[in-house]
């Protein structure tokens, strides 16, 4: 039996999805009222709404028992943070892409692209109308530590903080010996790693326990692999959106990490007596 209401929900609240939602939506917040987003309402609804009406297909589709918003929720508000368009269609697919892409590809009951990734790269290739929002956060070093702080926050709370500091730390080492090498001052590095949508994508996208390997060291790797190819495309091609479009081709080598180094699959922690349920028919 249930001794009062904080018993009752505090299983509940242990799902470290909450904390996420908790910091993206007042970081969503802080940048439309403080930092002025071009963030148009009709967008950030669209994408609300088929995110969730996706995941409710996909969920009735897979023979799941039980609906769950959070991560489709956590992903609405990723790709409004991220994504620009002046076409509400354009939005409302990115949506059906991203929560589709959880249901179609999977291997090993895991999908294998990270939702809001697989989204931006999709619009990024079929469609010239949208883009991916870099430099509206601005650079002041306050606010990405602020930001740096919550993100970590989150990670903690999902105990997958591995891949995050090894993409951070590669990144960072790439960056400064780039700048050692041209006789650049330190603080270009500095600068580049105060870039809002690069913090948003360590600590809420290329962290993903769902799509990160299962051990630690896996982890590692995975992180290091991501920031050498985005080091790669940014800097050597000269390709904007370097992370972004590093996870998405870095993301089929999951699978292989997880057969050589192999860990717990992670599950988010459950309410009780709701158990996890294994994705029936899709692959």
């Known amino acids: ?34 930092l002025d987003f071009g963030i148009r309402w009709q967008n950030a609804l669209a994408i609300l709404a088929a995110a969730q009406f996706t995941q409710f297909l996909g969920t009735r589709a897979a023979g799941l028992s039980r609906f769950d918003p959070l991560s489709a929720l956590i992903t609405s508000m990723s790709l409004t943070l991220l994504l620009r368009t002046d076409v509400i269609a354009l939005a409302t697919l990115a949506a059906v892409i991203a929560i589709g892409s959880k249901f179609l590809i999977r291997i090993r009951g895991k999908h294998v692209f990270n939702p809001a990734n697989a989204a931006l790269v999709s619009l990024m290739l079929i469609s ?14 306050i606010g990405a530590l ?17 891949t ?10 790439l960056l400064v010996g780039r700048a050692l090498w041209l006789e650049d001052p330190l603080t270009i590095p500095l600068h ?12 809420f996208m290329i962290s993903d326990p769902k799509t990160s390997p299962d051990a630690r060291g896996g ?26 479009l590093a996870l998405i081709m870095s993301a089929p080598f999951v699978p292989l990490i997880d057969a050589v180094l192999q860990g717990q699959l992670y ?5 009780a007596g709701n158990p996890a349920t294994q994705i029936k028919g899709v692959f």
Not at 128 to 141: C, E, L, N, T
Not at 192 to 203: E, V
């Open 192 to 203: 580049q790693m105060q870039n809002g949508a690069l913090l948003i994508f360590a600590f």
């Open 164 to 173: 995050t500091i090894a993409f951070a730390t590669t990144y960072a080492v």
């Open 146 to 162: 602020a930001l740096a702080c919550l993100g970590f926050m989150v990670l903690t709370r999902a105990k997958r903080s591995e």
């Open 219 to 244: 982890r590692l790797l995975f992180g290091a692999l991501v920031a050498s190819i985005a080091y790669t495309i940014q800097f050597i091609f000269y390709e904007p959106n370097g992370p972004i």
């Open 1 to 34: 039996m249930c001794m009062g209401t904080t018993t009752c929900h505090a299983p509940r609240f242990r799902d470290p999805r909450f904390y996420q939602v908790a910091v993206l939506g007042l970081l969503l917040c802080y940048g439309i009222v403080a």
């Open 128 to 141: 010239d109308k949208a883009w991916v929002s870099s430099g509206q956060w601005g650079s002041a070093a």
């Open 267 to 271: 599950r988010w922690k459950q309410p």
